[in-house]
């Protein structure tokens, strides 16, 4: 199940949903605009201060997901993905939003995304699956797949 930010009511309300659910069903989707957490009511300030709040609520996974990035090839914001795994190792941390060449995809594993939601850059054929095969298989040697 996916919570987003921008229409969470509060993080006692994540909290009821991991506790119904389980944590290891329910992914928080951390949600931006140009870096900004967009909420209906006031949560903690930066994009950090929102994932810890939601992994404190039992979100057992986060989605990176910059609204401003989607179908621009801008790239997701690594700096924010390499900070949100050093203070999560052990959630399972996606992104989306901007990928845009195969490129994006080996510096996001590099940082230690698990995986990413790609659209526009497979629509268009600026990524093709052999770039995704390509990027999981140096991530994961021993995966055939």
């Not at 401003?68 to 050093?86: C, K, T, Y």
Request: hydrophobic residues 50%; glycine residues 12%.
């Amino acid at each position: 199940m996916v919570v987003g930010l921008e229409t969470l009511p509060s993080f006692d309300a994540l909290a009821a949903v991991a506790r119904a659910v389980g944590p290891e069903r329910l992914i928080f989707s951390l949600d931006l605009r140009e870096g900004t957490p967009l909420a209906q009511t006031s949560f903690p300030g930066t994009p950090l201060e929102v994932a810890r709040a939601a992994v404190t609520a039992g979100a057992g996974a986060i989605i990176v997901l910059d609204l401003a990035r989607i179908g621009g090839g801008r790239g997701v914001d690594v700096v924010l993905v390499e900070a949100l795994r050093r203070a999560f190792p052990h959630v399972e941390l996606l992104a989306g939003g901007g990928i845009g060449t195969p490129r994006d995809l080996e510096r996001l594993a590099d940082a230690g995304l698990d995986g990413a939601l790609i659209a526009s850059a497979l629509h268009d054929g600026r990524i093709k699956r052999e770039d995704v095969a390509a990027v999981r298989r140096a991530d994961h040697p021993s995966d055939s797949r």
